[in-house]
């Protein structure tokens, strides 16, 4: 299984994107979902994740501007990025989690998919 992030793009410092990712739908039911970004460079990192349940947990550099949601029915999971800075350019992924921890390494289940690039400017 491969997860597909899309619906990045450019937009200028202080405004919003929505990404989305789809998957199998078992796969909301059985397992967490996360969203990862990685810049060049720097290691990929967890910013959001939601689990089965629907609690969620983000990471402190995005805590208040994003929102992860998820519509199982439509086997799809949602970033929802507000007040975006120059900072958050990176390409973003979706994934399973194997930790629901923010810190934790980020150890998936399924393959990664290509991502989708998401560029502010300033």
């Known amino acids: 299984v491969q997860l597909q992030a899309s619906g990045g793009g450019l937009v200028q410092a202080g405004g919003s994107l929505r990404l989305s990712c789809a998957a199998p739908?078992?796969?909301?039911?059985?397992?967490?979902m996360g969203w990862y970004r990685q810049i060049p460079g720097k290691s990929r990192e967890l910013v959001a994740v939601?689990?089965?349940?629907?609690?969620?947990n983000y990471a402190d550099s995005v805590k208040g501007r994003f929102t992860i949601s998820r519509d199982i029915a439509k086997g799809t999971a949602f970033l929802q990025m507000n007040s975006l800075n120059p900072e958050d350019t990176a390409l973003y992924y979706c994934n399973a989690p194997r930790s629901l921890s923010i810190q934790a390494p980020p150890q998936v289940f399924y393959s990664w998919g290509q991502g989708t690039q998401v560029t502010v400017s300033s």
């Open positions: 939601i689990t089965t349940d629907g609690t969620t």
């Open positions: 739908k078992i796969i909301f039911r059985v397992r967490a």
